[in-house]
């Protein structure tokens, strides 16, 4: 009993933490002694996670956070340079754009709460999220530019397409960071809170999704995200025939029946 509890004491925390509460999964990166920097422990432990969230109907969205004074600092460098395999580097790269896809594409609302550094990989995580809140004070920005790197996790690809090509390319040719508030008025972030607020106020923001359909919302997300790759026509098309189909799920005459009855719908998801 005593060597199990030794052996307790020195096993190193979970590089995630994962907690259901509220209709939410958070995930909250957890290597602050690392800024909470990518590892494969790190984003294999995302996409554990998120497989939990997709199977779980309690869970109206997902929140990824950090610990500490970052919300993620990128990729571990250290961990990166240590490699001796040559094939190493590349592994590792596709270990994060597996991750960054798996998020970019989840059915549910991700919502990302800034609690700090968001940079360089950490940035690409924020960018593969639906809804951002962050602190105020939390610094944003790529970086890689300031180590001779090259974004790995669609950087280059994701940033122009939500903040578009002339401030994307100062912030990957500058490797500057900028603020929360900068970045809000970019049209990255959606909301900036004081810090000691931003567990409520991303918890509140959960609340108002949850109360809503989420066979609709994951519906509505699908629509938008796969719209932006297709031309004008052919989106219009793709929302007619998914709003047909819809017309005809519980949901929508849920809906339909406690508007008339004057009641809060009652929402099963299917």
Not at 168 to 189: H, P, R
Not at 227 to 237: I, K, V
Not at 244 to 259: I, M, N, P, R, T
Request: net charge negative; aromatic share 4%.
């Amino acid at each position: 009993m005593k060597k199990q509890a030794m052996e307790r004491e020195t096993m190193p925390p979970p590089a995630v933490v994962v907690e259901v509460r509220q209709g939410a999964m958070w995930i909250r990166l957890n290597r602050p002694e690392a800024m909470n920097a990518l590892t494969p422990e790190l984003l294999n432990g995302i996409d554990q996670a998120l497989n939990e969230a997709e199977k779980n109907p309690e869970v109206r969205a997902v929140v990824l956070t950090g610990a500490g004074r970052a919300f993620c600092a990128g990729a571990d460098l250290k961990y990166v340079r240590a490699q001796s395999d040559p094939d190493g580097p590349r592994r590792f790269l596709d270990c994060v754009l597996t991750t960054m896809n798996r998020l970019d594409s989840f059915p549910k609302p991700v919502i990302a709460a800034l609690n700090g550094l968001a940079l360089a990989g950490g940035l690409e995580l924020v960018l593969c999220c639906d809804l951002v809140l962050a602190a105020r004070g939390a610094k944003i920005g790529d970086a890689h530019a300031n180590y001779g790197l090259l974004p790995g996790g669609g950087g280059s690809v994701r940033l122009p397409r939500v903040i578009g090509p002339t401030r994307a390319k100062y912030l990957l040719f500058t490797g500057d960071f900028l603020t929360a508030e900068d970045m809000m008025q970019a049209g990255l972030v959606n909301q900036v809170v004081d810090a000691g607020d931003l567990e409520e106020a991303t918890q509140t923001l959960v609340d108002k999704i949850a109360t809503k359909s989420p066979l609709g919302v994951r519906r509505m997300k699908a629509l938008i995200d796969d719209g932006l790759q297709q031309p004008m026509e052919t989106a219009l098309r793709l929302e007619l025939l998914a709003s047909e189909v819809h017309s005809h799920s519980a949901d929508q005459c849920e809906g339909l029946l406690a508007f008339e009855e004057k009641r809060p719908p009652r929402f099963t998801g299917q």
